[in-house]
């Protein structure tokens, strides 16, 4: 495979994708309109800044030397060779450039909110693995995914379609959050051990194996409990289909608590990426025929 292409980690790009595509709907459902270009152009930031994050995550976990052989995770391309770290250092910002540049629509039609969402948002994809202080190091893995993935992407592009705030799209956010939060969390739980041993402090690492399978699956399941608070808030019962994905991931759930770690549990991190794939678009179409 490309080395690019591994770099870029396509599997994680469902958790970008996943909330554009909520807000937009959530969107539809207030005014019943739509502006294609805002959407196809909030997609596309989205997803770079997934990738520019996964580029920062693989060139500084290479050179600080946390990526190595025990590693159970995809292959990274700093820690390997596949790329030198100079040309993963230049991937990453080309393509935080080229998020700018295409958010600077984005910041024009939607104004101080967005501006502040949108360099927040480009900041934060450097600043979970990179800088003095990264994120993802001091056990503030799942609260990053949670409010950058969750809230704040599904408001942010429910305000870019609307021109007004929408409690509607926090709370159905929070949902998306939650899952992106597990994401993190059964990543955290995958490399537990090798974190352990090299001193990076995760939620994981700070609590005891069974803690961290069992912080997990509450994550995941939080998450089954927002349809209904949508619910409540549309009147309309079509929300609850969003249920459903969760129930098709049931082996997931049942190999995140009780399987072995080890390679198996990158298959559980891309099903996870799945469900909230699927958890989004569920809940949209329940809101269209709301």
């Keep these: 495979m490309n080395p690019w292409i591994l770099a870029a980690r ?23 309109s739509l502006s294609a270009l805002a959407f196809i152009t909030t997609l596309l930031c989205a997803v770079l800044m997934q990738v520019m994050s996964n ?18 995770g995809p292959t990274r391309v700093t820690s ?44 934060f994809a450097w600043a979970y693995t990179g800088g003095p202080f990264p994120l993802s190091h001091f ?35 929070s949902g998306v959050g939650l899952i992106s939060a597990t994401i993190m969390a059964i990543n955290n739980l995958r490399d537990r051990k090798s974190d352990s041993e090299k001193g990076k402090i995760t939620v994981a690492t700070l609590l005891s194996e069974k803690g961290a399978r069992a912080f997990t699956l509450t994550l995941c399941l939080l998450s ?9 808030e549309t009147h309309s019962s079509y929300v609850l289909v969003a249920l459903i994905p969760f129930y098709l991931m049931g082996k997931t759930w049942i ?17 996870t990426g799945k469900y909230l794939f699927l958890y989004s678009v569920a809940m949209g179409i329940g809101l269209y025929f709301s």
């Design 139 to 173: 056990a503030l893995g799942e609260v990053a995914a949670f409010t950058f993935f969750g809230p704040v992407a599904v408001w942010g592009t429910t305000f870019l379609q609307t021109g007004s705030s929408s409690k509607l799209a926090l709370i159905a956010g």
């Design 255 to 271: 190999h995140v608590a009780r399987a072995p770690i080890d390679e198996r549990m990158n298959m559980m991190l891309a099903n």
């Design 10 to 32: 396509p599997k994680t790009l469902f958790a970008s994708a996943g909330p554009v595509l909520l807000g937009t709907a959530i969107a539809f459902y207030t005014t019943k």
């Design 55 to 72: 580029l920062v995550n693989d060139y500084y976990d290479g050179i600080r030397g946390l990526d190595d052989e025990k590693r159970l």
């Design 224 to 232: 089954t409990f927002i349809p209904f608070i949508v619910m409540n």
């Design 80 to 123: 390997t060779g596949l790329l030198t770290p100079e040309k993963v250092k230049k991937g990453f910002l080309l393509v935080a450039i080229v998020a700018f540049i295409l958010g600077l629509y984005l910041m024009y039609i939607g104004g101080l909110p967005i501006i502040i969402i949108g360099l927040l948002s480009l900041f």
